[in-house]
């Protein structure tokens, strides 16, 4: 018998074409029904159990093969669905396997979304049972910020952090494991610093570029590591472009968005959407030094409020800031007269800025460095700003972290780099090799000689 469907009408396979990603219905009422996310949960777990081609991305994805294999079935439907929530709580949200490994992405009729479907699971779990007060303290960037950075406050929260007695107490009082790297904190703020260094140009527009940019320099760009403002100002000023930091911020909402507290994600978005877009209409772009805060204005809040037109204003003038380089480097409009080489680079690749679908322009802006060969690792460093803090999960975002940490000791680079610089310092905490981790903007300063 001939097969008289048409082309047209015949189910796409999602991974042939770009994935299609559906709004985040989290005011609904269903949305919040538990017996219609166990469903939802069933189908989708029994979908990635016959498949397991994510199997090696992250712990999500073993502990339920696992569930499934030990069950009396060994299918999911022998899975105690009071267990789904262990696979959820190895899901950081970092998007690569539905970017990069799923088959059944939509517009495949399967439309499976894994790490959005973690998200409601996290958002229940959350509505209906808290979270620990380490969990809230860890994803209230702003507010331990804001006190740890408070002047002789800050020393005194450095040196104990640094103090391998106190933070043995730290883990078995509050569980943040003895072995996991944390930020330090600055009272000199970027906000602070910043009239030193920063200058009116007249700016230059260029293709999808304004040639003025305002700059959410984040919790951790303003309070953890606020030279690496100078780097971008001096960086973009070097090639034309007028840059200035945002009037006044709150933090994105990416680790209240991990942890599931959608309500606060949405008072961090009603905080910070208004004087964004106000940039925006003013002719601004905007950049941030951090891939996970790109990646919430351009990705995250834009689904969860579909219907915000100043949230979509927003997520069109959002650039990573070395996508935003090459685009004018395209129009001709990037200086390329470097004084220093940077010799050989080792560049762990962020999963929140592989999954912006950009390319590596990090790695082709530096490649624009003469004597300089810049080697992408394209693995996930396990970090998840807190996953890789917790006494329960930080052993296990060490195994994620080793096929990185191996191959830049193989290297043996000059300099070892990533976007996101928890990330960076994760990987070189366990490296051999490496002994102070940079970011890609203090490297393309340092070639310029600024």
Not at 150 to 156: E, N, R
Not at 198 to 209: I, N
Not at 377 to 389: F, I, L, M, N
Request: net charge negative.
């Amino acid at each position: 018998m001939s097969d008289t469907t048409s082309v047209s009408e015949r189910p796409r396979e999602g991974s042939l074409e770009a994935p299609t990603r559906h709004p985040v219905d989290w005011q609904s009422e269903e949305f919040w029904n538990v017996d219609a996310l166990n469903e939802e949960l069933e189908r989708v777990y029994d979908i990635c159990h016959g498949c397991r081609r994510c199997v090696s991305l992250c712990q999500a994805f073993p502990t339920l093969f696992d569930l499934v294999d030990e069950s009396d079935t060994m299918e999911v439907d022998g899975v105690d669905k009071a267990d789904y929530q262990k696979v959820v709580d190895q899901c950081y949200l970092c998007d690569m396997c539905y970017m990069s490994k799923c088959p059944y992405v939509p517009p495949h009729e399967w439309n499976v979304d894994f790490p959005h479907l973690m998200l409601r699971a996290k958002a229940v779990n959350f509505k209906n049972n808290g979270a620990s007060f380490r969990d809230k303290t860890l994803t209230n960037t702003d507010g331990v910020a804001k006190m740890a950075s408070i002047p002789l406050i800050d020393v005194t929260v450095n040196a104990l952090n640094n103090n391998g007695g106190f933070r043995k107490v730290l883990e078995s009082t509050l569980g943040v494991h003895h072995a996991a790297p944390v930020p330090k904190y600055h009272s000199n703020s970027l906000r602070k610093q910043v009239k030193a260094f920063k200058k009116s140009l007249e700016p230059k527009a260029v293709g999808r570029t304004t040639g003025k940019v305002a700059f959410y320099a984040t919790c951790y760009g303003n309070y953890n590591s606020p030279e690496l403002g100078e780097d971008f100002y001096k960086v973009f000023q070097h090639n034309g472009i007028h840059i200035e930091l945002v009037p006044k911020e709150a933090c994105c909402g990416m680790p209240k968005l991990e942890l599931g507290d959608l309500e606060s994600v949405k008072a961090l978005k009603e905080k910070n959407i208004p004087v964004l877009a106000k940039l925006v209409d003013d002719g601004y772009d905007l950049t941030a030094p951090i891939p996970s805060c790109v990646l919430m204005y351009k990705q995250e809040l834009p689904l969860l409020f579909p219907d915000d037109e100043e949230v979509q204003k927003v997520k069109k003038a959002f650039f990573d800031p070395f996508e935003y380089l090459f685009l004018r480097h395209k129009e001709g409009e990037m200086n390329t007269e470097f004084k220093n080489g940077l010799g050989d680079v080792s560049y762990q690749v962020a999963c929140h800025l592989r999954v912006q679908n950009i390319g590596l322009k990090t790695r082709d802006i530096l490649n624009l460095v003469p004597n300089t060969e810049v080697q992408a690792q394209e693995r996930c460093s396990g970090h998840d700003g807190t996953y890789a803090v917790k006494k329960e999960t930080h052993d296990l975002s060490v195994k994620i972290a080793r096929p990185v940490v191996r191959k830049v000791d193989q290297q043996e680079p000059d300099h070892f780099i990533s976007d996101c610089p928890m990330a960076a310092t994760h990987i070189a905490n366990l490296s051999e090799k490496v002994d102070k981790p940079e970011h890609p903007m203090t490297l393309l300063r340092m070639a310029y000689g600024l």
